[in-house]
């Protein structure tokens, strides 16, 4: 088999056979098929896409590329869940205890990240002596003992998406719904959990800008789940404006706090309560979206969520008291009030453009040997839809240098008002199965 006859395939709009991808992928593995190789059928699929076959056989090849964890040695079933990612979300920080606390067991590794602000892994990082770096038998181990574990994502797990990932951020392949699919969900079947449910991002601080782009990565990466033996559900979510109130690690991680007892922004929470219900439903702790509800209730109202946290958070080292009391999380040197000086119904609150704002405060990676400071980063007051007044307060921002006028002038882009009142959108748009 010749890598170039392959390329030639794919360019000419032809399906390529399990055997053809397979090759593929044992040639970026073991370095003999070189990148100017795979970056041109990287570009390839891209333009003349790939059928449901050819996007399951290219995520197995990827997921048994390197390590597939056998989690078989903990009892019952053990769920997974993937957010494609948007700006201020920390919905694993607060969902992963609320179900494990209702019995779910959850084996997560996750990732830091580029971007506005860090992944799951650095939020977590920002709480004192927090262990991401833990040993496959250790993490398997938790999981057995408390029901839950966040860790980082081990070195040898899916090495065919790092190679393919790094070739296709600088060569402008990564939006292509095959490529993203195989690449996420080759991740998530090399986790080895039974159950995924995928959180799947529109809007302006999203990999995919609309419902029907979201769906359609949503329903592939469905398929791929169930054709290799997974019971895989997605939510369509809406990310036109940040995720509950905070952007910024040591924020978000107090934000997944106060959610996890109760309190919290009103669609953070409603997505936490959505997804839990799911999860508990695909883990057949419940048998219905109600009783899951209620029970996910049950476990905040009675602090058992909380105290989940905690021991997760103990059991990896972290400093338990920085969860009893959040003002012992990092702290930046300044909070500043952003005042409003417009008066109306804030019709948008543009997700990216305040992402990039928090990353500009040094809450995000722009290079991946960039620092992150844990403490800075914005903690909104005002929604979309809310009234505001000319002179209230719009956002507290958490910062270690002067505001410059710059920042400013680029924040205040970011809200945009209307006369009339704007109906709120539900933040769960869609579920399929
Ligand atoms: N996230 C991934 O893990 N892979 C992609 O290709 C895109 C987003």
Known sequence: MRIVDIIEKKKDKKELSDEEI??????????????????ALLMAIVLNGMNDR??????????????????????????DKHSTGGVGDKTTLALSPMVASCGVKIAKMSGRALGHTGGTIDKLESIQGFRTDISQEDFIKQVREIGLALVGQSGHLVPADKKLYALRD?????????????????????????TILLDVKYGEGAFMSTVSDARKLAETMIKIGKALGRNTMAIITDMNQPLGNTIGN???VREAIETVRGHGAEDFKELCMGAGEIIL???KVAKTKEE??????????????????KEMVAYQKGNVNQIENP??????????????KEEGYLADIHAL????????????????????????????KKKRGDFVKKGETLCLVHHDYPLEDDWLNDFYACFSYADKKIEKRPIIEEIIS
């Open 292 to 309: 899951a509800r209620s029970l996910l209730e049950d476990a905040i109202n009675s602090g058992r969520a909380f105290e989940k946290l």
């Open 170 to 194: 600088v060569t402008a392949t990564v939006d292509s719904i095959p490529l993203i699919a195989s690449s996420i969900m080759s991740k998530k079947l090399a986790s080895g959990s039974d």
């Open 353 to 380: 453009g305040l992402g990039l704002c928090a990353m500009k405060l040094g809450a995000g990676r722009k290079k991946k040997e960039d620092e992150i400071n844990y403490a800075v980063g914005l903690d909104l």
């Open 54 to 79: 050819e996007t399951t056989k290219l995520a197995h090849a990827m997921m048994k590329s390197g390590d597939v964890l056998d989690l078989s040695s903990i009892e019952g079933i053990k769920a």
């Open 281 to 283: 439903v695909q883990a």
């Open 327 to 340: 003002d012992l999380l990092p702290k930046a040197k300044y909070v500043s009030e952003i005042k409003s």
């Open 250 to 252: 040591a924020l978000e």
């Open 22 to 39: 397979q090759f593929w992928i044992d040639g970026v593995v073991d370095g003999s098929i070189k990148d100017y190789q795979t970056s």
